[in-house]
């Protein structure tokens, strides 16, 4: 655009105009334009803050501060300004250091090659790979998000709701084991309620690692394991859908006196006895010798994966509750209710009816609290892809405006193409495969970026690499289809183009 009002500045420059008029005229005319686009940007982030909680409802805890800040408003504008004057340097520059007047007759023919466009194809080469490598990362983390919502976690979330239970404390232990069996039977008993169980954590964090001497096993003394430990009671197992795979739950008999029993997950028994049924098995804690109790395996538990869905399961055992009470617990319900929240409020007075001072805290849906992992990676895909495409528009913008002023430079050209017996479809391809080359070298910059980078960022990726053929050929076919479309409407003009015409016509 700059190039193509070189004989306007001539004119002005032959008026009278000094360069200094110029060039201020220019740039305050590029930082109106950049400032108006920079807020009409900013009425669409004020949108898209709505548009980011909607995204992920189970993820909007976090998302309620998502605001549009004043210093980032500020720093916006300021970089519009900028932005805008930078590109209004591009025509005066060339308008501070060549002879107008000469400009104005040579229709900036010299000005459209050389240094000059060279830059202009950088800068779209440039558009495409950054475009590139943006796709690529959302495709990658669409991928991710994809693998990680396909995930099974060990338990069925749907209608179930958990609550953190406290006993008073100064409750003693055998106490709180008869309060936990007390709470569970009048839980169970209220009206749509289906199956209820305690377990003292279902979502952890690290996992502490364990010298475990398994009897029976095919090493012999202490190996370390992370494990991780946990006290249940009632049908947890039934409530969350985790089928038990041998053996048997916890019954009564498995009380204090009694026999120190525990059920073990699947790939805590594969460690400990691989090939080999672990139900009678014992198993303690320590080296061999060390005065650590042998527990014995009652059954056998599908895994779980309890540290996130990202995280394979570890090594887990359950004992019952009954031989050893702990402090807090949390209480599991599934419900018949679509909303299983709804019914909250007489579980917490079924609780209060065992004990007052009980304190039951922390309502939540497991389904919920699962979302958390999916709808971060589903906001985190969502603004990366909508970055991508903003880029991508940018990048088409940016070639149409290359190509289309290729063909209005290279229209005497084109006029003698064809007058020597050029066909349009000739004309046409090589308009287009002008644009695809420059497509093609940003396409090659940008893969090559995003394969370096999605190395650096292995951590964000899940069931997926850096190099992912499915994803990198999309984003090549994308990048690939747009660039021919945004070449073919300059193609079309130039193969519209009458050879008499263009042969009369100078290139601006």
């Known amino acids: 655009r700059g190039l193509a009002r070189m004989p306007q500045l001539a004119i002005q420059a032959a008026l009278g105009a000094s360069r200094a008029r110029l060039l201020r005229s220019l740039v305050i005319e590029s930082a109106l334009l950049a400032i108006g686009a920079g807020v009409a940007g900013l009425l669409v982030a004020a949108a898209a803050t709505t548009a980011i909680r909607a995204i992920g409802p189970a993820y909007a805890a976090r998302l309620v501060d998502v605001r549009l800040d004043l210093r980032l408003v500020a720093g916006a504008v300021v970089v519009s300004a900028i932005t805008g004057m930078l590109i209004g340097l591009a025509?005066?520059?060339?308008?501070w250091r060549r002879d107008l007047r000469v400009t104005g007759v040579d229709g900036g023919r010299r000005s459209a090659a050389g240094a000059a466009a060279r830059l202009r194809q950088l800068f779209v080469i440039g558009e495409c790979a950054a475009a590139i490598v943006l796709l690529a990362g959302a495709g990658l983390l669409a991928r991710s998000w994809w693998n990680l919502?396909?995930?099974?976690?060990?338990?069925?979330?749907?209608?179930?709701?958990?609550?953190?239970?406290?006993p008073p404390a100064d409750l003693p232990s055998t106490a709180r084991a008869a309060f936990y069996e007390a709470v569970l039977e009048r839980v169970t008993a209220l009206?749509?309620?289906?199956?209820?169980?305690?377990?003292?954590?279902?979502?952890?964090?690290?996992?502490?690692?364990?010298?475990?001497?398994?009897?029976?096993?095919?090493?012999?003394?202490?190996?370390?394991?992370?494990?991780?430990?946990?006290?249940?009671?009632?049908?947890?197992?039934?409530?969350?859908?985790?089928?038990?795979?041998?053996?048997?739950?916890?019954?009564?008999?498995?009380?204090?006196?009694?026999?120190?029993?525990?059920?073990?997950?699947?790939?805590?028994?594969?460690?400990?006895?691989?090939?080999?049924?672990?139900?009678g098995r014992r198993f303690a804690f320590g080296g061999q010798g060390a005065p650590s109790p042998w527990f014995t395996v009652v059954g056998v538990v599908a895994d779980m994966r309890r540290q996130g869905l990202e995280t394979a399961s570890v090594p887990q055992m359950f004992e019952p509750v009954a031989q050893a009470p702990s402090r807090r617990a949390i209480l599991f319900v599934r419900t018949s209710h679509a909303d299983p929240s709804s019914g909250a409020s007489a579980v917490r007075a079924a609780v209060r009816a065992v004990e007052p001072k009980a304190v039951v805290y922390h309502v939540a849906r497991v389904g919920d609290r699962i979302g958390l992992a999916v709808a971060e990676r589903r906001v985190q895909t969502a603004l990366l892809l909508g970055g991508a495409a903003m880029?991508?528009?940018?990048?088409?913008?940016?070639?149409?405006?290359?190509?289309?002023?290729?063909?209005?430079?290279?229209?005497?050209?084109?006029?003698?193409?064809?007058?020597l017996g050029a066909r349009p479809s000739d004309i046409g391809r090589m308009v287009v495969g002008e644009g695809?080359?420059?497509?093609?070298?940003?396409?090659?910059?940008?893969?090559?970026?995003?394969?370096?980078?999605?190395?650096?960022?292995?951590?964000?990726?899940?069931?997926?690499?850096?190099?992912?053929?499915?994803?990198?050929?999309?984003?090549?076919?994308?990048?690939?289809?747009?660039?021919?479309?945004?070449?073919?409407?300059?193609?079309?003009?130039?193969?519209?183009?009458?050879?008499?015409?263009?042969?009369?016509?100078?290139?601006?």
């Open 91 to 95: 025509p005066a520059v060339p308008a």
């Open 391 to 419: 880029t991508l528009l940018l990048a088409a913008i940016g070639l149409y405006a290359l190509i289309q002023h290729s063909v209005v430079t290279r229209t005497h050209e084109i006029g003698v193409r064809m007058a």
């Open 149 to 166: 919502s396909r995930v099974d976690p060990g338990f069925r979330a749907e209608r179930v709701v958990s609550m953190n239970l406290a």
């Open 191 to 279: 009206p749509g309620v289906e199956r209820a169980g305690i377990s003292s954590e279902l979502f952890v964090g690290t996992v502490g690692e364990q010298s475990v001497v398994a009897e029976g096993g095919d090493r012999v003394g202490a190996q370390p394991l992370p494990l991780r430990r946990d006290e249940i009671a009632g049908a947890v197992f039934d409530t969350l859908g985790t089928p038990l795979q041998r053996g048997r739950d916890f019954v009564a008999s498995d009380g204090r006196g009694a026999g120190l029993v525990a059920i073990v997950n699947a790939t805590m028994a594969a460690r400990l006895w691989p090939g080999r049924d672990a139900i």
């Open 436 to 508: 695809l080359v420059l497509a093609a070298v940003g396409l090659g910059v940008g893969l090559a970026s995003a394969w370096a980078l999605a190395r650096t960022a292995l951590t964000l990726l899940f069931g997926v690499g850096a190099f992912d053929p499915p994803t990198l050929v999309t984003v090549s076919v994308v990048a690939i289809v747009v660039a021919a479309a945004a070449s073919y409407l300059p193609a079309r003009r130039a193969t519209r183009v009458a050879p008499i015409v263009a042969l009369r016509t100078r290139a601006l």
